[in-house]
């Protein structure tokens, strides 16, 4: 699961700012989960994409949040106008197929709004 | 809506020891995978175990274990011979087989490894 490249590790923002999340699934995976964990807490959905499609995004906050996964280069989880209550550890899982298969995760990206 | 639950917040265990971890789930699904999910400090979330439902026989992988009650609805992992390396949180996690198949997790329990 090494595989799963999210950068940065760490990103600071200040309220109002832009944050972008990248996310390189292991090659040759086309699925990719985003999951945010706020602290002391589980992991929780966001969205599902495959390759230059949204399948799921039922956990997808109605504002300020989206996400792509070109057909060429990494996933991409975009926060507009962040605010502290965006202050999260957020994940990134790719798998190859639907089915039986387990996701595979990075490391996840440390937001910090100050 | 499929929800997980972990009642015990922490845990702690002597090195060599075993411990158990509670992990309860509600679905009205017939076919899915349950997970535990290893985080250390790294943040890295390490699959521990997994199991699928239509099986009956309980998966194991080296010190780790389950007990899978599928009418009882509970998933517990069994950590035997406990290590300093083994602490860290650990997450119990749903996956619906079809649809999107996203992962609901629970909230999660430290343990600690006591020397």
């Known amino acids: 699961n090494a595989g799963v490249m999210q950068n940065p590790r760490h990103l600071v923002r200040r309220r109002g700012q832009e944050a972008r999340l990248r996310c390189s699934p292991v090659?040759?995976?086309?699925?990719v989960y985003w999951y945010r964990q706020l602290p002391e807490e589980g992991l929780k959905f966001m969205v599902y994409?495959?390759?230059?499609?949204?399948?799921?995004e039922s956990g997808m906050p109605k504002e300020r949040f989206s996400a792509e996964f070109p057909k060429e280069g990494p996933s991409i989880l975009r926060i507009q106008q962040v605010v502290r209550g965006d202050s999260a550890a957020y994940f990134c899982?790719?798998?190859?197929?639907?089915?039986?298969?387990?996701?595979?995760f990075g490391q996840g990206t440390r937001l910090t709004v100050v | 809506a499929q929800t997980v639950t972990q009642s015990q917040p922490e845990m702690s265990v002597q090195e060599a020891e075993t411990v158990t971890l509670s992990c309860t789930y509600d679905?009205?699904?017939?076919?899915?995978?349950l997970f535990w999910y290893k985080q250390p400090p790294s943040r890295q979330m390490i699959l521990v175990i997994r199991?699928?439902?239509?099986?009956?026989q309980n998966a194991t992988e080296n010190r780790f274990s389950v007990n899978f009650q599928k009418a009882a609805k509970s998933f517990s992992l069994k950590i035997s011979d406990s290590q300093l390396g083994d602490a860290a949180m650990y997450f119990c996690?749903?996956?619906?087989?079809?649809?999107?198949?996203?992962?609901?997790f629970g909230k999660g329990t430290k343990l600690t490894v006591n020397p």
């Open positions: 899982a790719s798998s190859p197929s639907r089915g039986r298969t387990e996701a595979f």
């Open positions: 090659k040759g995976h086309s699925h």
């Open positions: 994409l495959q390759k230059e499609n949204i399948i799921d």
């Open positions: 996690a749903y996956r619906t087989q079809g649809g999107s198949e996203k992962l609901v």
């Open positions: 679905t009205s699904e017939s076919d899915y995978y």
């Open positions: 199991q699928e439902a239509y099986k009956q």
